[in-house]
């Protein structure tokens, strides 16, 4: 598949239409730079819907929902964040499809286990599909780690929108997080009424 960005996000925002499928994005070292993209495209106002700029802890459980403890747990750069981000996109909108990034385009930031140029990516669907992808690019220089994860979230958009894939393996509480999501309906779903009949007397032997 091609690597050109703009190529891709013009295929993309093509099935999108095609299908009236719409997008939302989560971004923390990117920087918006997704949604961007996008919306160098004439007429992307029919796909997407708005984009997350989430590049403090604070703003990912404030504006996306990720657990505190998530962050805590595995750090803002770590699959389990990226996959919180891409479902609270979902959940706080009625998009059809969110992209998240996560990752460390440096020089610094680096720490052990994580070095500059790891970048975590989740795409999740309404209907309940998530994927998630690491990527180690290395020390490449800031600018290109950031051009190189806008083009990896724009294929992983375009998977998503051709055909199923296998979800991702989750933990207890995010498999929780994306049933949830998978059940929200993509307008608000009627709520059944609580019966208020009273419990029957046990009877008296």
């Known amino acids: 598949m091609s690597g050109d960005p703009r190529a891709l996000t013009r295929v993309l925002l093509d099935l999108c239409r095609s ?3 719409t997008i939302a994005t989560a971004e923390s070292c990117t920087g918006g730079l997704v949604a961007g993209a996008l919306t ?12 997350f700029v989430t590049y403090s802890n604070e703003a990912k459980q404030s504006m996306l929902g990720v657990p505190q403890t998530t962050l805590t747990t595995f750090g803002a750069v770590s699959k389990e964040t990226a996959i919180a981000m891409a479902i609270g996109a979902l959940e706080a909108t009625e998009v059809d499809l969110a992209v998240a990034i996560t990752g460390i385009a440096g020089p610094g930031g680096a720490t052990p286990g994580k070095p500059v140029g790891l970048v975590h ?40 929108v051709r055909g199923p894939k296998p979800a991702a393996k989750l933990r ?34």
């Open 172 to 205: 207890p509480a995010e498999s929780a997080s994306r049933l949830r999501a998978a059940r929200t309906a993509r307008r608000t779903a009627v709520k059944r009424p609580v019966s208020s009949r009273p419990k029957p007397k046990p009877r008296k032997s």
């Open 40 to 51: 160098e495209i004439p007429g992307s106002s029919e796909v997407l819907d708005r984009g």
């Open 19 to 21: 299908r009236k499928l």
């Open 121 to 160: 990516f989740a795409a999740a669907s309404r209907d309940g599909r998530i994927m998630h992808r690491e990527q180690r690019f290395g020390a490449i220089g800031r600018n290109t780690v950031r051009q190189r994860s806008v083009v990896e979230a724009l294929r992983m958009l375009l998977e998503l």
